[in-house]
């Protein structure tokens, strides 16, 4: 079991993006494999929507969170069953790192059908909970516990959900927070669509493509051809190295397997790169461009 990190308010080791919304965390219990301060640098999106989603949902959310993860942006959700594990798994199966907050204890990762995602999280992202050890939650602490789903966002995408869905709860702290809310258009004759329709109504950005976030958050991508990486490449080792990351393998050490480099050589090259700007550290031996 990975040991768990306690991130206070009054310690300061709570990170500023959290700091600053209404009713902000006084404790956050932290597990996993990176630091959530190495984490909170990068862009940050929450995807989120109801436990049941129909074909429709998981296409369109497992579409999103796939392509915008390729790009180097986080997921964060709440872990529960639907909507949020298929946003999770997506992240991390394009080799991006996922945040997870949980509204039970911190090493009761429900629900227990999630069990093998909250592992991969664990080894390639973070998982919160303000609540320590096996704690069970109760209805209440699952609506809480989105405020700082979306306080860690830089933006919430609501993909499906229901008219009376938990996850427009989420929304709704989003723009108490001042973030953007975005959500994913749906038939008008599908009630799981109602959630996302009716923010629609209310002015949220519609999102049909992850071009669409990109631009609601700002973030213009850099398009690097690979003529363009063997030109920031100082040898083939460092080239092989950049592929891997471009790739979406962010583990140094399948990197190093997948690129042949003995552990001496892996880190020789992986310094320079470091040295030179190309490649930047996640912690725990993760990097990404």
């Keep these: 079991m990975s040991s ?3 991130l206070t308010l009054k310690g300061a080791s709570i990170p500023e993006k959290l700091r600053n919304i209404p009713d902000a965390p006084k404790i956050l219990y932290s597990r996993g494999s990176i630091g959530l301060d190495d984490l909170i640098k990068r862009p940050i999106l929450a995807i989120v929507g109801s436990r049941k989603v129909d074909s429709y949902g998981i296409h369109a959310t497992r579409l999103l969170a796939s392509d ?3 790009h180097g942006i986080l997921i964060a ?13 997506a992240c991390l199966e394009a080799g991006t790192p996922s ?15 999630n069990h093998e995602i909250a592992m991969k999280i ?19 602490d699952f609506l809480i516990r989105n405020r700082i789903i979306s306080g860690l966002s830089d933006g919430v995408l609501v993909t499906q959900a229901a008219a ?7 929304a709704r702290h989003a723009l108490e927070q001042g973030k953007v809310v975005m959500a994913v258009p749906g038939p008008i004759t599908n009630p799981l669509c109602a959630g996302p329709n009716n923010l629609l109504k209310m002015g949220a950005v519609p999102v049909t493509c992850a071009d669409d976030v990109l631009k609601a958050l ?22 092989r190295i950049i592929q891997q990351l471009m790739a979406g393998v962010t583990d140094g050490e ?23 700007g190309v490649i930047t550290p996640l912690g725990a031996n993760h990097w990404t461009l």
């Excluded at 959700?77 to 798994?89: E, F, N, P, R, Y």
Aim: proline share 2%; net charge negative.
């Design 164 to 170: 009376r869905s938990g996850s427009l709860n989420t």
């Design 77 to 89: 959700s709440g872990m529960a069953l639907g909507t949020d594990a298929i946003a999770h798994k």
């Design 68 to 70: 915008l993860a390729s």
């Design 218 to 239: 700002n973030i213009e991508l850099v398009d690097i051809s690979e003529k363009d990486y063997e030109l920031l490449a100082g040898n083939e080792y460092e080239l």
């Design 122 to 140: 664990l080894g390639n992202g973070v998982i919160l909970s303000e609540q320590n050890g096996d704690y069970s939650p109760r209805g209440y």
């Design 254 to 276: 399948i990197i190093a397997v997948n690129t042949g480099l003995s552990a001496q050589e892996f880190n020789v090259h992986l310094t320079m790169l470091e040295i030179r």
């Design 4 to 6: 768990v990190k306690i």
């Design 99 to 113: 945040i997870a907050v949980l509204a039970s204890g911190i090493n009761n990762l429900t629900p227990k059908s």
